[in-house]
């Protein structure tokens, strides 16, 4: 399988020798050589992703007659193997795609609070919360609904579902060559995976990682065996399940066999709102995306931000006060739409979103203190894909176990890492998530509600065709990476690579300051300052993949330089 991938790996090389196809960073060792593509620009189909193991495998999907749906199958289940922080089987995600004949779907995947799970669920005896129990070990697991929702969106596919999962169970069982960045992050975490997992997963060895190490995932292997065989009953049902339920049962999980058996994924009515001629399509709830980036980019619309020019102090104030209130509404209002009725269409409508910005003040920065929730009546690890097809089929997924790693439990026997999505709940009012965000009631842990995500796959139409689709992981950054992606395209007319290279900053309202990346620059930094701002400098924010379909029919698909994402196309 390392062969064949290398062959095509080499043989994309040659083919993208056409204009404006760019491999800068080498990433060859061991006998598999592997180069990062940042960017392709071709005409038939793309694939961007986090890896280029993964992208490649959807290329090649696509170039068999696979359609858009299917190489964004087999590109998740690749990532579920060559890139364990974040692909995966034990996690969830969303999908969002515009299909050829016009027809735009939603499929929701969210992980699930478990049958017992309740609102108190990581309190003590005296009502403090314990978060370490959300976010590490069996007791952080929802109830995974990646595998569901493949076979929700196989439905879309045309390609046997075997076909699609067999380069990564080739890919489990024969072993693919680790990067360095990987190298580091299963380095990084080999304390937490000894301490959450009752028997050594094979994320440990005993000598450090390093890059060009092979990884070979026998039990992932034999889990992706049996939902070749039996379908989604091989992970739901069956050995998985129980192997699940055993993993559970050696720590303090509670998910059990029927939580597995009865998890399904949901099509849901996709959120469609127009900007400036444009139309965006965005994941609705729980994916807060649905409601945050709507109301941004009405909140922007008519100010101008082209003239206030791209990253000025002026540009990124007003972009931070848009944030800050989207991100106070946030915290009151979402959650799993299921449980809450949470007021959309007034929380996105026009009228609302101008009473918003009545007290916007160009200079000087707002205090989130003042700034609450509208007053309406009450009635690190991610990962993103984009894919297009010569059909005209755009998809956008994002998925995630969480955190890094997520709850750095492997299920034994299993070989796939379960989410830590429980800390995504607001798990008491006022006490912040790892990502820093509160929440409120409407976000409370109930026995088989989804909690609320950040994640915002989007797809940009123009003329009712797919112009441009975008995605990021980032934790709450997510949204406003999205805003900022599309802002940088619609508005200041960059390049791909710039708009999604480019630094990035981020506000969500509480705490109460600007997170900037390193290269965001230091005279805008200043000028913010004295209007008030803070400013606190983080690692980086995203990972952004965008394709975009320019009007002569060319598809420019770009990978964030951020990581390794790469981008495969023909
Ligand atoms: O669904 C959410 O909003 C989070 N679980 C996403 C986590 C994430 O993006 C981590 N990546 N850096």
Redesign the pocket.
Request: proline share 7%.
């Given at each position: 399988m390392i062969r064949y991938f290398s062959a095509v790996i080499a043989f994309s090389i040659l083919l993208c020798a056409c204009a404006g196809n760019r491999r800068n960073t080498v990433a060859g060792f061991g006998p598999y050589h592997y180069s990062i593509q940042k960017k392709v620009v071709c005409s038939n189909g793309a694939v961007v992703s986090a890896h280029p193991l993964a992208s490649e495998a959807g290329l090649q999907v696509l170039r068999k007659g696979g359609n858009a749906f299917d190489a964004a199958i087999a590109t998740q289940l690749v990532l579920a193997v060559v890139y364990p922080e974040a692909g995966n089987l034990g996690g969830g995600g969303f999908l969002v795609a515009s299909m050829n004949g016009g027809k735009a779907l939603a499929i929701d995947y969210r992980e699930k609070a478990p049958a017992d799970a309740h609102k108190d669920l990581y309190l003590d005896a005296n009502g403090n919360a314990i978060t370490a129990l959300s976010l590490n070990g069996p007791l952080a697991a929802g109830v995974p609904g990646t595998v569901a929702g493949l076979f929700q969106t196989a439905r879309y596919g045309k390609l046997p579902f075997k076909d699609l999962i067999q380069p990564a169970i080739d890919l489990a069982e024969k072993g693919y060559t680790i990067t360095g960045a990987e190298a580091r992050g299963l380095n990084r975490n080999r304390e937490s995976f000894i301490s959450n997992n009752s028997s050594r997963p094979v994320f440990v060895r005993a000598q450090e990682w390093k890059a060009g190490d092979t990884l070979i995932q026998t039990d992932l292997a034999n889990t992706l065996k049996r939902i070749r065989e039996e379908g989604q009953k091989g992970f739901y049902e069956g050995q998985t399940a129980r192997l699940i339920v055993e993993e559970m049962k050696k720590g303090k999980g509670i998910i059990s066999y029927d939580d597995l058996r009865s998890y399904q994924a949901k099509e849901r009515e996709i959120v469609s709102f127009p900007y400036k001629g444009y139309t965006i399509l965005t994941m609705p709830l729980p994916a807060s995306g649905g409601v945050l980036l709507p109301q941004m980019m009405k909140m922007i619309e008519d100010r101008n931000v082209k003239a206030l020019g791209f990253q000025t102090a002026a540009s990124v104030q007003l972009m931070t006060e848009i944030e800050r209130r989207a991100y106070a509404d946030r915290a009151k209002f979402l959650g799993d739409p299921d449980f809450n009725k949470v007021p959309v269409a007034t929380l996105t409508s026009d009228a609302y979103i101008k009473k918003r910005m009545q007290d916007y003040d160009p200079s000087k920065a707002g205090v989130s203190t003042a700034i609450h929730a509208g007053d309406i009546p009450e009635s690190?690890?991610?990962t993103h894909l984009s894919v297009y097809d010569k059909e005209g089929n755009a998809v956008a997924v994002t998925t995630?176990l969480?955190d890094s790693y997520g709850s750095k439990t492997v299920v034994a026997g299993a070989g796939f890492i379960l989410n830590n999505?429980m800390d995504?709940f607001s798990v008491k009012p006022g006490v912040p998530n790892m990502y820093g965000a509160i929440g409120a009631a409407a976000n409370a842990i109930a026995p088989g509600k989804r909690m609320l995500?950040?994640?915002t796959p989007t797809i940009v139409l123009k003329d009712n065709r797919p112009y441009i689709i975008a995605g990021t992981?980032?934790?709450t950054t997510?949204t406003t990476s999205v805003f900022q992606t599309l802002i940088n395209l619609l508005e200041f007319d960059m390049s791909v690579e710039d708009a999604v290279n480019k630094p990035k900053f981020h506000h969500q309202w509480l705490p109460d300051l600007i997170d900037v990346e390193a290269a965001f620059p230091q005279s805008v930094r200043d000028e913010l300052i004295k209007m008030g701002y803070k400013i606190r400098q983080r690692g980086n924010i995203g990972r952004t993949e965008v394709i975009r379909i320019n009007a002569d029919g060319k598809i420019e698909a770009v990978g964030d330089s951020r990581g390794d994402d790469h981008a495969a196309g023909f």
């Open positions: 690190e690890q991610t995630t969480n999505e995504d995500s950040s994640m992981p980032g934790g997510i």
